[in-house]
């Protein structure tokens, strides 16, 4: 089955540095590999999303992830974090089940705070 | 406006009352799913529907049913509630795991 390893449970940077959060999967064939954003008291939302066409994706509000497959990670960044940014991020694959039917899979998330 | 929603929002019940969570979507999407979010363990995918009357047990699917008999409604049954399915329950929805998940506000579940 398949895992979703994010490291780090808690991020903390400084207004306008470097966000780096990390995200690892088990795959044996390149999976579907997303990005979701949770904002406090709210559902998650889509951030980007890996589909094989290019390994550099970049999604919503300045962020961007880098599919590398040799490392099997799938790392999310952004140049310079804003305090708007403070929110919870998960990283997602999806992936075939036993049945044949698919199911996505979720790290345990990683809570970004920025500090002014 | 594309939306999933769920009722209630909020819902603090006793140990052993059956409850029914009901989410329902509009964008016409066959894949829904339901996943609880606890603190430390981030989100765990309980039941998933591939499409009506096509349902499979996610990774924690202990203690609850589901049902697809219309392709918007999803609905989660506890059929016995226990004070360890306190939790936040959000349900989502889209054309399959490949596209993207569409999320409900969330339930916020307290069973006593």
């Known amino acids: 089955a398949q895992s979703v390893t994010q490291l780090g449970s808690h991020v903390s940077v400084s207004e306008g540095a470097l966000v780096l959060l990390r995200c690892n999967y088990s795959s044996s064939v390149p999976p579907y590999l997303f990005w979701y954003v949770q904002y406090p008291n709210q559902g998650l939302q889509l951030l980007l999303k890996?589909?094989?066409?290019?390994?550099l994706v970049k999604g919503i509000n300045g962020f961007e992830a880098e599919f590398k497959k040799s490392e099997t990670s799938f790392h999310l960044t952004k140049p310079s974090a804003h305090m708007s940014d403070a929110a919870e991020y998960f990283c997602?694959?999806?992936?075939?089940?036993?049945?044949?039917?698919?199911?996505?899979?979720f790290g345990k998330g990683t809570k970004l705070t920025v500090n002014p | 406006e594309a939306q999933v929603t769920q009722n209630p929002r909020y819902l603090i019940t006793v140990t052993g009352k059956k409850l029914t969570v009901t989410c329902s979507q509009n964008?016409?999407?066959?894949?829904m799913s339901w996943y609880r979010q606890d603190p430390g363990l981030g989100l765990r995918q309980i039941y998933y529907s591939m499409n009506v009357e096509v349902t499979d047990k996610g990774d924690v699917p202990e203690g609850y049913k589901v049902s697809r008999k219309e392709k918007r409604n999803f609905p989660l049954i506890l059929e016995s509630p226990s004070p360890n399915q306190t939790s936040l329950y959000f349900c989502a929805s889209s054309f399959s795991t490949d596209y993207e998940q569409y999320f409900g506000p969330g339930t916020r579940l307290t069973v006593t």
């Open positions: 964008m016409n999407h066959e894949y």
């Open positions: 997602a694959v999806s992936e075939l089940s036993q049945g044949g039917s698919e199911k996505l899979v």
């Open positions: 890996y589909t094989s066409a290019a390994t």
